[in-house]
């Protein structure tokens, strides 16, 4: 397993060792118009560059990221302003059998779903995130598949500890609360099901790829698709303005007024205290998980990471809140709920397909 994915680093780097758009890049300077320019036309959005890496096994499409997609992340992170500088990663030998691992125990039928959609697993450090997915376009500019990247570097702790420390980044920090994510049982809590889950998420936005379950996360003409065409979408979003095709939630204005301040990772804006309040409110929508409830796009991918999770593979999501030792909240999620059976047949209808 490990000798098979060094070979195939070693291969694919030798193919894609090119830094002729590096050098565009340099050339760019601080010229927000020109770099925007390279972003659009970049190689690694067109389809034809991943067609050595599509035509691997799903299991062997677990690389280190090619110096084009380095470029290209450096790239988007320069754009949106963040400071992270990726570079190809160097993973140890440990992580590379968890993710091997935590790829290869993946239902089969999450597999066939994404298997002509999904350029690969890349690898690197310095993202300036767990994971990033992105399109990849044919020659009429339409959305085909997506490469996953996964920053492995900060990819090391357990499921439970992994999922703990997500569900509190909404919240600023409170002694007196105390917030515990629970995906796997004890004799499964581990760093390769926390790599897993956080897979699974991502292919919940390859799995999208083409499909009408929501507009583009990168771009959206809301007057030539209107919302009408994503059924998906319109169980838990409406337009807020047509002008801009702005969202929000089916609940923003109907109980669910803490969500416009729900972010994830960075900049928390709730105190620990209303957690409780807020998954009591989550607990009235058709969002299976607080982090579904933030934008459109990861409103399905937390439906389809967590319908495979809980369903397909029987496992637990529970979010527990305590005030000094006191139980407030067992948020488990919502498959099997009324208020979210119309979502559920939607990604099972996915994977009768």
């Known amino acids: ?80 302003g963040f400071p992270n500088r990726p570079r190809i990663a160097k993973p140890e030998r440990q992580f590379l059998e968890d993710i091997n691992a935590a790829i290869r125990e993946i239902p089969a039928a999450v597999k066939i779903l994404i298997n002509g959609r999904l350029m690969g697993v890349f690898l690197v450090e310095d993202l300036g995130g767990t994971g990033f997915t992105d399109y990849v376009f044919d020659e009429q500019n339409e959305p085909v ?5 996964l920053d492995a570097a900060v990819l090391t702790q357990s499921a439970n500890a992994w999922a703990t420390w997500k569900e509190n980044t909404p919240f600023m920090p409170d002694p007196e609360f105390n917030l515990q994510a629970r995906i796997e049982s004890a004799a499964d809590d581990n760093h390769k099901q926390a790599l897993q889950y956080i897979l699974l998420h991502e292919f919940g936005h390859v799995a999208s790829v083409g499909r009408d379950f929501h507009p583009r996360w990168d771009e959206w003409d809301c007057k030539k698709n209107p919302p009408q065409q994503f059924p998906f979408f319109e169980l838990s979003w409406r337009l807020n303005d047509s002008v801009d095709c702005k969202v929000i939630s089916r609940f923003d204005q109907s109980g669910f007024s ?24 989550l607990e009235q ?15 399905f991918a937390e439906s389809f990471v967590t319908y495979v999770h809980q369903i397909l593979m029987g496992k637990p999501f529970e979010i527990r809140i305590d005030k000094q030792g006191q139980q407030l909240t067992d948020f488990r999620g919502c498959w099997g709920a009324a208020r979210c059976a119309a979502k559920q047949a939607m990604i099972a209808q996915l994977f009768t397909q």
């Not at 598949?145 to 990247?149: C, D, L, R």
């Not at 929508?285 to 409103?299: E, H, K, Q, V």
Request: glycine fraction near 4%.
């Open 1 to 80: 397993m490990i000798r098979n994915f060094i070979g195939a680093v070693i291969f694919i780097a030798i193919i894609w060792s090119g830094t002729g758009q590096a050098d565009s890049q340099q050339a760019c300077g601080e010229d927000m118009d020109c770099l925007r320019q390279l972003h659009f036309h970049h190689r690694v959005k067109d389809v034809k560059y991943w067609r050595a890496f599509q035509a691997l096994p799903i299991d062997k499409r677990i690389l280190a990221a090619p110096a084009q997609l380095v470029d290209y992340l450096n790239l988007e992170n320069r754009i949106q």
């Open 145 to 149: 598949g997506a490469f996953v990247v």
């Open 258 to 281: 803490h969500r416009v301040d729900v972010v994830y990772y960075f900049g928390a804006k709730l105190a620990q205290a209303v957690s409780p309040e807020v998954y009591t409110q």
């Open 285 to 299: 929508t058709n969002f299976p998980s607080l982090y579904a409830a933030t934008i459109p796009a990861d409103d």
